[in-house]
């Protein structure tokens, strides 16, 4: 009877094995917009997340591009800082009255209307305030569109205005190119992957840093037989999240093409 109860827990642990779901890891490039070198990145052939800065030289081409190539496109809105820093054209900043908030947010996804979802630029003040942190998502719920938040502080509010005006909410886990070197990369990538393993899913951020773009050629291809699956960002959403463009929501300037 032994070699029988063996084979039957070998057959019922490979069944498990093939059951069980893999890992998924979404990785956002942030920052896109402001170099011609950024469309090489979209090139890639792996479903990376693109987030386009607005009115920038080369955001629509690039946002363009990757919706082109049934790639995930979002908006990466700029959002005032605690220390200060220049932020870029089209950005939120606390003393802005509802008005200000939401038109300036409509004015950046027309820029950018391949966008599904949009996450901060900075956004380390921004994000922790109360009402124009509920200004922005009362305008995302009514253009379906979701937040990642990049947890540029531990003390954003994002979570609280997202569940309080139904808005998809998530958040990254790992910044991967804080230091541009291949080894401090990879260090990063591997806790992405850890992460991934433990939760079933993680969500990276990183840059079109030269760096980070011969990484990812690199190591992304090795993720199959590491049991890790790349995914698009909307592939982590809820199933009750319907995907939808921003071109395709009032109030529209087009369609997205």
Avoid: C
């Avoid at 498990?16 to 469309?39: E, F, N, S, V």
């Amino acid at each position: 009877m032994r070699p029988v109860l063996i084979l039957l827990v070998f057959i019922f642990s490979v069944r498990l094995h093939a059951a069980a779901p893999q890992a998924r890891i979404a990785i956002i490039i942030d920052d896109i917009g402001y170099q011609k070198a950024d469309l090489q990145l979209i090139d890639l052939p792996f479903p990376l997340t693109y987030a386009v800065l607005p009115h920038t030289p080369y955001g629509q081409r690039a946002a363009r591009q990757a919706f082109q190539q049934q790639k995930d496109v979002m908006l990466h809105m700029p959002m005032e800082a605690s220390n200060g820093k220049a932020l870029g054209p089209g950005a939120l900043t606390a003393d802005m009255n509802k008005q200000q908030v939401q038109q300036t947010l409509q004015a950046a996804l027309a820029d950018i209307p391949y966008a599904i979802g949009i996450n901060n630029h900075m956004g380390s003040f921004y994000t922790e305030q109360e009402l124009p942190m509920a200004w922005t998502m009362e305008y995302l719920s009514k253009r379906q569109l979701f937040f990642i938040d990049s947890l540029t502080t531990s003390r954003s509010t994002a979570g609280k205005y997202a569940r309080q005006f139904g808005v998809t909410n998530l958040s990254r886990q790992v910044f991967l190119d804080n230091e541009q070197t291949e080894t401090a990369i990879a260090k990063q990538f591997d806790l992405l992957l850890r992460i991934a393993r433990k939760r079933q899913s993680a969500i990276a951020i990183a840059h079109p840093y030269p760096e980070t773009y011969r990484f990812l050629r690199k190591q992304l291809p090795k993720l199959q037989q590491q049991g890790i699956v790349l995914v698009g960002i909307s592939q982590l959403l809820p199933q009750n999240h319907d995907v939808v463009a921003a071109g395709y929501t009032a109030p529209a300037v087009s369609a997205p093409q």
